[in-house]
Each structure stands twice: as structure tokens, then as C-alpha cells.
Nanobody, 128 residues
Framework: QVQLVESGGGSVQAGGSLRLDCAASGDNTDAYCMGWFRQAPGKQREGVAAIERDGAITYRDSVKGRFTISRDNARRTLSLQMNNLKPNDTATYYC??????????????????????YGQGTQVTVSS
């Protein structure tokens, strides 16, 4: 069993920055595809960024150039640095691990169903 605990959400004005962190516990987490999903009110959960064990990274187009995902396999941590935040980035952000959602699979509308483990989520609110 894997547990994921997110931290670092909050409220910022447009153009501001936030950093999300995720601490993973359990077996073999360093071997998993890991990433971040988000869900805004009334919308489906969508993949934001994913990183494979070897460091290969995929970003949703709307966050490219603004968000940076990273992982530390030794420490079992995953991070998401979010810069130049926009109001439509407002959502609950979930750390995700395991399953098949890395690479181009992240962009599938059904990607959220192919994640094995989710954290409890952390709220990000961006005001204009």
C-alpha cells in the first residue's frame, strides 16, 4: 500500500507562485510513474504533469513554461513548482502514483482512472 500526503497549497493573486510537495510512503514508490492531477469545481479531474522513474516529463499544454515537476526517488518526494499562476489554475491538486498515466497517456480524458494511488488533495486558489 502507498500513502501520498500533499502540502503547500494556498491562495495567491494572479502572477504569483506556489510550490506543492508530496511525500510518498510504501513499497517501490521510486519505480512508479508519479504526477499531479487537478480538479476544479464542476469539472473532471485532469492530468497536469507526470514524471517517470527515469525523469521523463510530460506537461499539459496549459501549464508548460509555468509549472515544473520534479521527484527525488531517494527521499520519495514529488514536487510541483507553479509560477505565473492564473485564475483558471484554481483547483484541488492531487498527488498521483502508480498506474499508467505517464507520457502521452496523461492527456487522455480517462487518465484519472488509470492512477493507482491518490493523495487527499490540496487546494490552490488564484484570484484575479
Amino acid at each position: 500500500q502507498v500513502q501520498l500526503v500533499e502540502s503547500g497549497g494556498g491562495s495567491v493573486q494572479a502572477g504569483g507562485s506556489l510550490r506543492l510537495d508530496c511525500a510518498a510512503s510504501g513499497d517501490n514508490t521510486d519505480a512508479y510513474c508519479m504526477g499531479w492531477f487537478r480538479q476544479a469545481p464542476g469539472k473532471q479531474r485532469e492530468g497536469v504533469a507526470a514524471i517517470e522513474r527515469d525523469g521523463a516529463i510530460t506537461y499539459r499544454d496549459s501549464v508548460k513554461g509555468r509549472f515544473t515537476i520534479s521527484r527525488d526517488n531517494a527521499r520519495r518526494t514529488l514536487s510541483l513548482q507553479m509560477n505565473n499562476l492564473k485564475p483558471n489554475d484554481t483547483a484541488t491538486y492531487y498527488c498521483a502514483a502508480g498506474g499508467t498515466f505517464c507520457g502521452d497517456l496523461l492527456f487522455r480524458a480517462s487518465a484519472r482512472f488509470f492512477v493507482t494511488f491518490y493523495g487527499q488533495g490540496t487546494q490552490v486558489t488564484v484570484s484575479s
